[in-house]
């Protein structure tokens, strides 16, 4: 596996570009990340969103009509990709497979499985590869998503936070802002953010 990572825009969100057998996976490609993609891929396969977040999607239509290859999204964040809820200017997609929870799929031999958790918004997954997570806004390094944004919940927040504590596996974290961290050194410190959240509400 090689993994190629950009921060794009403002927010500096990472854009992934994961390679397995010559063949790309595009993960969160944000503002003006359509010619870098564009001219580090080989033989790109699909575009997947971790979440519906304009940073995370802007480059989504770009890359679909630039390359024709599919577009997945948690089905709970897919009306953000039309409706544009942050008043960004964001360009509409148009997913071709939502993803209702957690949901396993077989990409051109390459086995990825989104895992649900909601809380900084509705569909909030992190996308497993093997022995990666590319956990979006969910997990951060020392650090989680925001639960105050519009269709965010600290309810659903905690009850994720929790779901991640009960995985025994680690998994390297490839997270949409910041630098890599593990799921073992990230449950070190999640008791404490569950706690957290909880005083918020």
Known sequence: ????????????TNCYIITIDNKDIIVDPGVNATQWVI???????A???T?????HVWSNRDLQNELKIPLYIPKDDAFM?????????TPTSKPDVLVDGDGEFNIEGIKVKYRHFPGHTPGNSIIEIEDIWLSGDFLFDGSIGRW?????????MIKSLQ???KIEKDFT???GHGISTTLKKEQRVIPQWIEYVKHTL
């Open 51 to 55: 979440h519906g977040h304009f940073d």
């Open 163 to 165: 779901k991640a504590m």
């Open 47 to 49: 575009i997947l969103n």
């Open 148 to 156: 105050d944004f519009p269709y965010s919940s600290g309810e659903d």
């Open 39 to 45: 001219s580090h891929t080989q033989n790109p396969v």
């Open 81 to 89: 990709l039309q409706d544009d809820p942050f008043g960004q200017g």
């Open 173 to 175: 974290l490839y997270p």
């Open 1 to 12: 596996m090689e993994i190629k990572i950009q921060p794009m825009g403002t927010y500096q």
